[in-house]
């Protein structure tokens, strides 16, 4: 089945120290997206790609940067992971300008100690 | 901007009954998409329904249905026959018709519990 895969499910890190979580489809939508959930929250937009374009969203910290080297592979790269940093992170991807919604990968939910 | 608006947190329904969710939503938009999302208790976010605002009729998906209402910028979802599997965070979202990579607005979500 055509699907978005996220790895790991759990990630624990140090604090400081980097991680990078991975995100892959077979779906072959040229947008992806990364939000950010914490605990019973609405979902928050980090920034997506339409093809390669990379588009941040304002609010987003210079700590996260994300890459993605081809159509299926998307990665979230944190650079120095701090406690507020703690949360569910989703990985999304669609199709440009139908509006038929995203397809959502499972989360990873990262940990700092 | 827009803005998504779910003013019930948490709201429960015994087993079998029907019960709504309110979502609310400011645009100035005249084409858009609202959705509504499901995510289950440590499982993966999935559709469970889609409105074009173009089209006046109401979709429905079996057991579930909205309320869409332009004018007044409403848009709820209602379950009907709960089952425990509904058990969930619903997310009521937002997007724009125009454009490329459109973003999906969410609301802050409401808890749902079907108890037996």
């Known amino acids: 089945d055509a699907m978005v895969i996220q790895n790991p499910r759990y990630q624990v890190t140090q604090f400081g120290k980097p991680v990078t979580l991975s995100c892959s489809q077979t779906?072959?939508?040229?947008?992806m997206y990364w939000y950010q959930q914490k605990s019973s929250q609405a979902p928050k937009l980090l920034f997506h790609y339409y093809d390669k374009d990379f588009n941040n969203e304002a609010d987003t910290p210079d700590n996260f940067q994300s890459r993605r080297p081809n159509t299926s592979f998307c990665f979230l790269d944190i650079r120095s992971p701090g406690l507020g940093d703690a949360a569910m992170y989703l990985c999304?991807?669609?199709?440009?300008?139908?509006?038929?919604?995203?397809?959502f990968g499972s989360g990873t939910r990262l940990t700092v100690v | 901007a827009q803005t998504v608006t779910q003013s019930q947190p948490e709201m429960s329904v015994q087993e079998a009954e029907t019960v709504t969710l309110s979502c609310t939503y400011d645009?100035?938009?005249?084409?858009?998409?609202l959705f509504w999302y499901k995510q289950p208790p440590s499982r993966q976010m999935i559709l469970v329904i889609r409105q074009e605002a173009y089209k006046q009729q109401n979709a429905t998906e079996n057991r579930f249905s909205v309320n869409f209402q332009k004018a007044a910028k409403s848009f709820s979802l209602k379950i009907s026959d709960s089952q425990l599997g509904d058990t969930a965070m619903y997310f009521c979202?937002?997007?724009?018709?125009?454009?490329?990579?459109?973003?999906?607005?969410f609301g802050a979500g409401t808890i749902l519990r079907v108890k037996s």
């Open positions: 779906l072959n939508h040229n947008v």
């Open positions: 999304a991807t669609s199709r440009a300008g139908e509006g038929y919604g995203y397809t």
């Open positions: 979202a937002f997007m724009k018709r125009a454009g490329y990579g459109n973003k999906l607005v």
């Open positions: 645009t100035s938009e005249n084409n858009y998409y």
